[in-house]
């Protein structure tokens, strides 16, 4: 079956660490992008990629890393520099396509303390 | 920029029809996007507007005004598994993509 996959879950990391979120689909889709969720907000956009090799910030980069090696894979790094890391991490991918929705991963919930 | 509001919370009686407004203010318009959230769970993708109009789909409806910069989201015939956060997002042509999304509304259906 086709889909896009977060692992882990659920991680726990210690403030200064820097952790490594995963990011797979299968669903052949060329655009792929990282969201960051507090409780009670929207979405806000962290990084986004339309094409392997290629990245682009989104509205909140300060302090995460990305790199899309693969098309199917873009992996999202969480820094010492972020501030407040602590938050729920969706990833999504979708076709290149204007009218086409996104299809998100099951999130990961990361706490750092 | 983009500015993108949603009502914060609704509540609805199980059987009841609920209306979610959505209005935003962007240039470039390209399209709405409907999701429905569950705690802790990822956006599943309800509705895509670009044209004037109402767009039906079983129990859910989404209308859009590009002139007035609105859109609405209707659940009919409410279940009590309706209750979760739904999401309103736009897009641009310059977006590359991308969207943008408003802070969602929270809804319960109360038996």
């Known amino acids: 079956d086709g889909g896009i996959t977060q692992s882990p879950k659920y991680l726990f990391r210690k403030e200064g660490q820097n952790v490594t979120l995963s990011c797979e689909q299968n669903?052949?889709?060329?655009?792929m992008y990282w969201y960051r969720q507090d409780p009670g907000q929207g979405l806000r956009l962290i990084y986004y990629s339309q094409i392997v090799n290629d990245f682009q910030k989104g509205d909140i980069a300060e302090g995460y890393s990305v790199s899309r090696e693969k098309k199917e894979s873009f992996p999202l790094t969480v820094t010492s520099a972020q501030k407040n890391p602590t938050a729920f991490y969706l990833c999504?991918?979708?076709?290149?396509?204007?009218?086409?929705?996104?299809?998100f991963g099951q999130g990961t919930r990361l706490t750092v303390v | 920029g983009q500015n993108i509001d949603q009502p914060t919370e609704m509540t609805a009686t199980e059987g009841a029809i609920v209306q979610i407004n959505c209005t935003y203010q962007t240039s470039g318009f390209n399209g709405l996007f409907w999701y429905q959230q569950h705690a802790g769970e990822a956006p599943t993708f309800l509705s895509y507007?670009?044209?004037?109009g109402l767009e039906e789909k079983g129990r859910f409806s989404s209308f859009l005004s590009r002139s007035k910069g609105y859109s609405y989201l209707l659940l009919k015939e409410l279940q009590m598994k309706d209750s979760a956060s739904y999401l309103c997002?736009?897009?641009?042509?310059?977006?590359?993509?991308?969207?943008?999304f408003g802070d969602g509304t929270t809804l319960t259906v109360k038996p």
């Open positions: 999504a991918s979708s076709t290149r396509d204007s009218n086409t929705e996104a299809f």
């Open positions: 997002a736009v897009r641009r042509n310059t977006n590359a993509g991308k969207s943008t």
């Open positions: 507007n670009v044209l004037d």
């Open positions: 669903l052949n889709h060329d655009a």
